[in-house]
Each structure stands twice: as structure tokens, then as C-alpha cells.
């Protein structure tokens, strides 16, 4: 299993990035796809999830409005297009992926995830 985070750097507050996570050797449809984001000092935390198997996505209060998260069928990856983007949300974002054995909301705001990515940091900043 192998998950590959790319799309981080350095934007201006308001501005946008989309990050993607390319996924190999597992099949979607068993599991949930989550990005998570952890802030310097601070624990990390779920930002979006989706459930593959019935199509249910979560997203932090924080990010509603803001973040969408989507899937490239073709190729297996994941994004998280980011818009109107704060100093907040500051962090390195992990794409992870976790068996479907309880809510996509569950797994999110919990950290239940089985495969971690190495991560991509994102810096808001002016």
C-alpha cells in the first residue's frame, strides 16, 4: 500500500492549492480515503474523509465551505482543493487510508487510519 502526497507550499491568505494523493495496491471501494493536517505544537487532525463504499464524506467545521475533497477514478487519486485558504490552516496535510469498519465521521475526528503518506506542508502566509 503506498500513498503519495504532492500539491504543498506557500500561498498567500485567500489564496488556493489542491493537493493529491496518488494511491497504489489496495482497492478504493474497501476503504475510506482521509487528508489530515497537523499544525507545529498542535495534535493532528482530520480535515475531510470519504467513504469510497457508500460515497459519505466528512469535513471539519473549520473547513466547511472552504475544502472539497474528490477522487480521480481513472488514476486512483485523491484531492483536496483548498480555497480561501487562512494562516490556520497552516500544517503538514497526510493523506491516509483506513478499512471501512465504523463512519467515515468516526474515522475522520479519531485518527483511525491503517496507511499514513509522508505528509506535504502547506504554509499560509503574507
Known amino acids: 500500500v503506498q500513498l503519495v502526497e504532492s500539491g504543498g507550499g506557500l500561498v498567500q491568505p485567500g489564496g488556493s492549492l489542491r493537493l493529491s494523493c496518488a494511491t497504489s495496491g489496495f482497492r478504493l471501494a474497501n476503504y475510506a480515503i482521509g487528508w489530515f493536517r497537523q499544525a507545529p505544537g498542535k495534535e493532528r487532525e482530520g480535515v475531510s474523509c470519504?467513504?469510497?463504499?457508500?460515497?459519505?464524506?466528512y469535513y471539519a467545521d473549520s473547513v466547511k465551505g472552504r475544502f472539497t475533497i474528490s477522487r480521480e477514478n481513472v488514476e486512483n487519486t485523491v484531492y483536496l482543493q483548498m480555497n480561501n485558504l487562512e494562516p490556520e490552516d497552516t500544517g503538514v496535510y497526510y493523506c491516509a487510508a483506513g478499512s471501512l469498519w465504523t463512519t467515515v465521521q468516526d474515522m475522520c475526528t479519531k485518527n483511525i487510519m491503517d496507511f499514513w503518506g509522508e505528509g506535504t506542508l502547506v504554509t499560509v502566509s503574507s
Open positions: 470519504f467513504d469510497f463504499g457508500d460515497g459519505s464524506i
